[in-house]
Every structure is written in C-alpha cells, then in structure tokens.
C-alpha cells in the first residue's frame, strides 16, 4: 500500500459538494442569460402583449353606501304627568314586558286630588236630593193651586207663580245632578293621573336608554318629558343608507344586500332592501334618498348604533362572456393598421346579430320567423342601396354597428364607443329606435301582445347597449372586433358579439427592451 493511499478516502468528501455547488451556479447563470436574451430579440411576431382570456363568469353590479344600524321600531317612553320621581325599576339594557312598571312618580297629589274629589261630590250629591225635595213640594203645590184655580177660588196670578216655582225647582234639580256628574269626572281624571304615576312600558323590548335618576322632578307641560328608550324587537334590524341620485333608479324592493361592521370584519351579514323613500336630501348640492335595508340580527350580534358598509346587489349576471375592463381600455399605437381587415368580420353584424337573437329568444312560429327574414332582407337591400350610392356607405353600414370610415371608434379622443361620440347622443339613439321601429313594423304586427313587450322591451336594451372595440390577438397580430356591453362590476364586464370563450384578447402592449 502507498503512502498516500490513506488520505483519498478523506479528500473526496471534500471535493463533491464543492463541484455540485459550483455546477449548479453556472446552471443558473445559463438560465438567466437565455431568458434575458429571449426577451430582448422577442419581437412583435412572437407576442409582445399582455393577454387575458375571454371567460365565462358572474358579472355582479352593486352598489355602496355605508349607514347606521338601529331598531326597526323605537319607543320613546315618557311621562304624561309632572312630580318627583319616587322609583326607578329599570335600567339599562333591561328587558321590559308590555305593562310592566318602568318608574313611578309621587301619587300623593294625585291621591289628594281624589279625595277632594270624592267630597266635592258628596257636596253635590246632598245638593241634588235638597233640589229632589224643593222640586216634590213645589209639584204639590201648583196641584192644589192649580185645582183652586178651576173653582175661581185663588186669583190666576197665583196659579202662574206656582207653575214658575215648579219650574225652578226642576231647574235646580237639574244643575245639581249636572254638579255631581261634574264632579264625578274631576274624580275620573285625578284617577286617571294616579293611574299614570306609575310610567309602564308600552310594548316588548330592550330599554335603550334611561333618563331620569330616583328624586328628579319631571315637568309635563307642552310636551312629555323623554324617561325611556325602548328598542321593541331587536332580532331584527335596520340600515338607513343615504344612495346618491345616480344610482337610486336602479335600487329596487327585495334586491339583497351584505355589509360588515368594524366590530366583526371578517363577518358578512345579509339583508334586503325593505323601502326606498321618496324625502331626498341635499348636502352640498348633493342629492341622495334614503334606503332602508332590512337585517335578521336573531344571534344578536348587531348592536344599535353600529357602523354598516353595506353592498346592494342591483344586477345580477351569471355564466356570461366576460373580459376584463383593461381590455376595453387597449388602443393599439398603430391603431389604422389592422382595423380594415379586423372589422370586416366582428364589427358589421352586430347589431344584426343582436336582432337575430332577440328574435330567436322570442320562439317565433313559422308565420312570425317569415315575417322577421322579409324585414331583415328588405334592411339588407336598403344598405345595399346605400353603399352603392356615394357618400352614403357610412351611415348605411352605422346601422349595423359597422364602424364609420372616419374615425368612429379609434384612437382619438372619446372615440372609444361604436361610432365616435355621437353615436352615444340621446339624438343618434333615437333616431336609430325609430328606424328600427319602422323597418320592423310588419314583423311586430304578426306577434302577440306579450311577444311584442319583449320585442319592445329587447329592442330598446339594443338600442341604449354601449359598445366598444376589444382587439383580439390573432396570430401574433391585434384584430379589432366591436362588442356590445353589458353589465359590469368594475374589474369585469359582459361582452357580446363576435367573440367566444378562449379567444385571447389584448390588455396591454408590453414594452420591448433596446
């Protein structure tokens, strides 16, 4: 064995992790430098755009507002009569029954009154029989009289003083059973006020607040003072939000509503529009109407006076074409270069394939389906005309949604919609219902009532819709299509027209490194 034979085994182990080490940071290196090549010699042709793919989801449109929570029914509980107040039963947070004893007042006025009360009516009482006794003697005297005065045996004048005597007597007797029934109710009222010494809850509830301590003196003169804050049911709550004017027209009865509190924020409760009012207020020339949105709180989680920032689910859309809104946001540097042959196909029937579907979602009979191909064939032949005529090829292809030669959807400006700015003025939209109205007034004759609201109906949504122009990559080049507009929820919006799900449309133009 040579000297050095023992010393291999030991120098290997040393030697091997060192040499992995080194390998696998100059494979890194390689790595680095390949994909900084790559992305420095990647031209137009192998991409070069940020892409997003057209999807199929939930398009959910809500709107925010934040409010207060509170009871749906308050009770303010105060006192009808004035006094020291001699006790305090409740306190707060309490729970209270209907009827139950709240506070009492100090009876001993009240108590007082009544026995002045029950005297005065004694009074009136012996007042009436003394009445009762002069009215009986009176009666037998103008008898007797009376008869002497048939016999000639008294003068007639002493007949008449008798009848007037009687008269009087009865009079009396009158004032005075009036006297005790008058004082009977200064009794009735002294006991009433005794009864309302005792302040008694009027419903079922959870006492709120409590506003008088034991020996305050409460003063009920013009207006009863306020004792007791009763929520009735707290199970169930309410959100009072502010909407602003803009977005009230779409808030309806039912349409549900989530919001979190600061006390629970990993929390999402539920409630539901339960009335939108009609008392708009003004705040810096702000208009906003109230919205009250009704919560189950049956855990009872939700106190009153909680902050709500609150959602209302408005519009709902579920399982539709949707892109991002960044993609409607692109617009091509070099927007005239493919738009030609780009729009050919995506732009120049949308509307009328817009039309054909609304007519097909209407189940047409056969009768119904003819009559709506005549009317089309017979649009069809005036754009004919139309582009063969000079001048007039662009306004007859705006029928459509065929972008205009001129600038309608580019990259100037708003240009953004279908045909520049003006195809978003109420002007241009109405006279495009009317036309529509007219060429298919024969087709709207043969169907029924209720096939024509949906036609009526759908017909108006085709003609308020947005549209815009999304650029589709298509080998390696962006090809322009216009889309109709639906709803969308800030990050997403429902798209329609020449598109399907997986096309893979632009959303930005990444930048090429020098």
Do not use: C
Request: hydrophobic share 40%; net charge positive; no cysteine.
């Amino acid at each position: 064995m040579s000297p050095t034979s023992p010393a291999a085994p030991r120098i290997a182990p040393r030697i091997a992790p060192r040499l992995v080490a080194v390998l696998l940071v100059l494979a890194a290196i390689a790595a680095i430098a390949a994909w900084t090549w790559t992305r420095s010699h990647r031209g137009p042709a192998d991409g070069g755009y940020r892409t997003a793919r057209v999807e199929r989801g939930p398009i959910r449109v809500v709107i925010s507002s934040t409010g207060a929570l509170s009871a749906i029914s308050t009770v303010v509980v105060g006192s009808e009569i004035s006094g020291r107040v001699t006790d305090v039963l409740v306190d707060f947070n309490d729970r209270v029954h209907r009827g139950q004893v709240l506070a009492r007042i100090d009876p001993s006025t009240y108590e007082a009154q009544i026995a002045q009360g029950n005297a005065a009516i004694g009074a009136a009482q012996a007042n009436a029989a003394q009445a009762a006794a002069a009215l009986r003697n009176a009666e037998l005297d103008y008898r007797r009289k009376a008869e002497l005065g048939l016999q000639k045996l008294i003068a007639k004048a002493d007949v008449d003083l008798a009848r007037s005597a009687l008269e009087q007597a009865r009079a009396q007797l009158a004032a005075n059973q009036a006297q005790v029934a008058q004082q009977r109710a200064g009794s009735r009222t002294a006991r009433l006020n005794l009864g309302r010494s005792e302040i008694r809850s009027p419903v079922d509830g959870v006492v709120l607040t409590r506003s008088v301590e034991r020996g305050q003196t409460v003063a009920a003169s013009l207006q009863a003072p306020e004792m007791f804050k009763l929520a009735e049911d707290l199970s169930k709550m309410k959100i009072e939000l502010a909407v602003d004017e803009a977005d009230i027209g779409q808030v309806k009865v039912g349409q549900r509503a989530t919001f979190t509190v600061d006390a629970f924020p990993d929390r999402r409760f539920r409630g539901a529009v339960r009335q939108v009012r009609l008392s708009a207020t003004t705040t810096s020339n702000v208009v906003t109407y109230p919205v009250v949105i009704e919560v189950d709180n049956r855990d009872g989680a939700l106190l009153p006076g909680m902050t709500a920032n609150a959602e209302i689910e408005v519009s709902r859309r579920d399982n539709v074409l949707r892109v991002p809104n960044a993609a409607l946001r692109y617009t091509p540097a070099d927007d005239g270069a493919d738009v030609a042959g780009a729009s050919a196909g995506g732009g120049r029937a949308g509307l009328a394939d817009d039309l054909q579907a609304l007519a097909t979602s209407l189940s047409l009979d056969a009768t119904q389906r003819q009559a709506f191909d005549a009317a089309q064939a017979q649009v069809r032949e005036r754009l004919a005309a139309r582009r063969a005529s000079p001048g007039t090829a662009t306004g007859g292809s705006r029928l459509f949604g065929r972008p205009g030669g001129g600038g309608g959807g580019g990259s100037g400006g708003g240009g953004r919609g279908e045909h520049g700015a003006g195809a978003d003025s109420g002007a241009f939209r109405q006279r495009l219902a009317d036309r529509l109205a007219q060429q298919f007034a024969a087709f709207r004759a043969v169907l029924d009532p209720e096939r024509q609201q949906r036609w009526d109906r759908g017909l108006g949504e085709l003609v308020t819709a947005r549209r815009a122009p999304v650029y589709l990559l298509t080998d390696g080049k962006p090809r322009r299509v216009m889309l109709r507009l639906g709803a969308s929820d800030g990050s997403f919006t429902e798209v329609s027209g020449s598109v399907r799900e997986g096309d893979a449309v632009i959303t930005a133009a990444e930048r090429t490194p020098k």
